[in-house]
């Protein structure tokens, strides 16, 4: 008897509620659980330590601090939670400093939204009979709501 997978756990830390919507919207649409969200780093740390995610989409720049300081605080308490950064800030330097500190993804929220799906998709799943979509577009032409295909 197979086990249907259960769906993937996402916590999204961005202080834009409408990154966060966006996001969200697009991970339901793939069957992804949205596990939280904060908008503060301390309600970041806090709410992923709690609900313990599959993967963390967290941005760099928090109006009230950084999203390093999420990073390197959950990292610390639970070394296996996945981190994938979406930011404006998608500068060298930060790219750099994050996937050094242990990020596993850093996309720009401007060049690679789209991407973001699959990057999450490729983490949680067990091995598959097929790979993870390789990009995300808009569901349909009539659609305005992106969504991985």
Sequence with gaps: MQ????????FLADDS???RSRVAAMLLNQGME??????????????ILASRPDVVVL????????GMQVL???LKAVPGIRFIILSNH???A???????????YFLDKHAEFYQLCAAVAGFARPKLAHPPPSSCSSSSSHSKEPSCH
């Excluded at 949205?34 to 709410?47: N, V």
């Excluded at 930060?94 to 596993?104: D, W």
């Design 3 to 10: 086990h249907p997978t259960p769906p993937t756990r996402v």
């Design 17 to 19: 509620a409408l990154s």
């Design 34 to 47: 949205i596990a939280g969200q904060a908008d503060t780093p301390e309600l970041a740390i806090t709410g």
């Design 59 to 66: 941005d760099v720049q928090f109006e009230k601090g950084t």
């Design 72 to 74: 390197q605080a959950v």
């Design 90 to 92: 998608a500068e060298p």
């Design 94 to 104: 930060y790219r750099a400093r994050y996937l050094a500190a242990g990020a596993a």
